[in-house]
């Protein structure tokens, strides 16, 4: 199901059917995992673990913050966020900041990689395999998007003009993102709740942007 989903909105849905259809296919993988018999618990939604999930996904946040912030403002590495993805106005960034990032990407992400799809590996088999696992399958969702995106950023576009310049930004984006599948597993396992790894990958996706739109200014 989720293979199925991410050829199908990374090939052939347009654009403006992210939102609804990433929300749709969470929907389905949270129904098959309440299904199983997945709790809130499992799911890292139990609202005794929400204080927990808070101080985690905060402190994250912050330092995620720090670093992107330092990064930009140095300009050996501001030239990092020269991003096709960050020339739009001030109304679609706040959309995307608002919207298409927090719910259309993030939410969904957390609820179906450290959600169900941790719970219900946990079930499985160890928290460690289970942890890998989930990781693995996160890294690989982002391999599509990353071959039809390799030319957004123009230094990610430099590498992926050489010969086999392309297949490495896809193996970096898995491995990137499967590293940081294992931070948002850690997190999720350390604080009890799927509050900590959402503050963390909001982060990550939003942070960069809004540094790149500003600098494009």
């Not at 259809?21 to 993988?29: D, E, H, M, P, S």
């Not at 309440?34 to 101080?55: D, N, V």
């Not at 599509?144 to 003009?161: G, Q, R, Y």
Request: aromatic share 6%; net charge neutral.
């Amino acid at each position: 199901m989720i293979a199925a989903g991410n050829v199908v909105r990374s090939t052939v849905l347009s654009s403006a059917m992210d939102l609804p259809f990433n929300v749709a296919l969470a929907g389905g993988v949270v129904a098959i995992a309440s299904a199983a018999g997945l709790g809130t618990e499992e799911l890292g939604l139990a609202r005794r673990h929400f204080a927990s999930g808070a101080r985690w996904g905060g402190a994250a946040f912050a330092s995620v913050t720090a670093v992107v912030v330092g990064a930009a403002a140095v300009p050996a590495t501001s030239g990092l966020f020269d991003d096709d993805r960050a020339d739009i106005g001030i109304g679609e960034l706040v959309v995307d900041v608002v919207l298409r990032i927090p719910v259309g990407t993030v939410l969904v992400e957390e609820v179906v990689f450290r959600g169900a799809i941790l719970g219900l590996l946990c079930r499985l088999t160890s928290v460690r395999r289970a942890v890998l696992g989930s990781s693995l399958m996160f890294g690989v969702w982002h391999a599509l998007p990353a071959w039809t995106s390799k030319d957004d950023n123009s230094n990610v576009a430099v590498v992926a003009d050489s010969a086999h310049g392309g297949v490495l930004v896809v193996v970096g984006t898995v491995l990137a993102t499967t590293v940081a599948g294992v931070v948002f597993c850690w997190l999720r396992r350390r604080s009890g709740s799927l509050l900590a790894p959402i503050l963390a990958h909001l982060a990550t996706n939003i942070v960069p942007l809004v540094a790149a739109w500003t600098l494009a200014r």
